[in-house]
């Protein structure tokens, strides 16, 4: 059965992405990034000093951490803002501790030398793939960041090993699809993240069968439009930071 895709798009093929760097003021790295219609904001802070427990453990090098959530106004119907619950939800702690595990796989945190790194995301409007733009997002407000460090003399050499970028792939009416807008997302078959390194190996792949199973060579034609999609995202983020 063929899928038809709102704006006629291939089922290869990433939606419009747009990453607008140096958005916010007071951050030393922040982008807006725009995938379709969904829109993070996301920035680096830096600190310079390292966790309690690293001290406590005397831990050597410095610590890279993220935060993410979603304004009350990013969804069709008002997100309830957290804070007024007392606690964060699991899906926002699941999916802050993903982004900072995915960025630390990015970086030699030794040579981050006493400095902490806070990478916030913060969702302003929502239409599937939060996730995977705050990853490929934070990722260049990261590397925006360190090369202010680099150039302010608190770091001695980049700690950055290699760039990611993230991209949901999944299955719709039993077809694989690239990069899931959520009217895709909420009624496909089978729903899929993948994070993946420039170099072309993968940091994390978070797949979910929705009522019905998937097979293995159906697995292959994700991960093989994953691939496609995430080299699609490192060239858009080579491309802005070559304009910084």
């Not at 747009?18 to 951050?27: A, C, D, K, Q, W």
């Not at 995915?102 to 995301?121: E, F, N, P, Q, W």
């Not at 009624?187 to 293995?216: K, L, P, Y």
Request: hydrophobic residues 35%.
């Amino acid at each position: 059965m063929a899928v038809t895709r709102i704006g006629n798009r291939k089922i290869d093929e990433i939606r419009k992405t747009e990453i607008i760097t140096n958005f916010l003021r007071h951050p030393l790295g922040s982008v807006l990034i725009k995938v379709g219609n969904t829109r993070v904001i996301c920035s680096a802070s830096v600190e310079e000093r390292v966790p309690h427990w690293m001290r406590k453990q005397n831990v050597k090098g410095g610590w890279l951490t993220a935060e993410y959530g979603m304004l009350p106004s990013s969804t069709n119907e008002r997100f309830r803002r957290e804070a007024t619950g007392g606690k964060q939800g699991g899906r926002t702690v699941e999916i802050q501790r993903l982004i900072g595990r995915a960025l630390r796989a990015a970086v030699d945190l030794k040579k981050l030398d006493g400095i902490t790194i806070s990478l916030d995301c913060d969702v302003i409007d929502a239409d599937g793939g939060t996730r995977c733009a705050s990853i490929t997002g934070a990722c260049v407000a990261l590397q925006l960041a360190v090369e202010k460090l680099l150039k302010q003399g608190k770091l001695k050499s980049s700690p950055i090993i290699q760039s990611l970028a993230a991209v949901s792939v999944g299955i719709k009416d039993g077809t694989p699809i690239l990069d899931l807008n959520y009217e895709e997302d909420s009624t496909a078959e089978v729903d899929m993240n993948i994070i993946m390194t420039e170099s072309g190996e993968f940091v994390e792949i978070q797949g979910t069968a929705e009522g019905n199973t998937f097979s293995e060579s159906q697995l292959h034609d994700m991960l093989k439009l994953g691939r496609k999609g995430t080299e699609e995202l490192f060239k858009i983020q080579k491309s802005i930071l070559n304009q910084n």
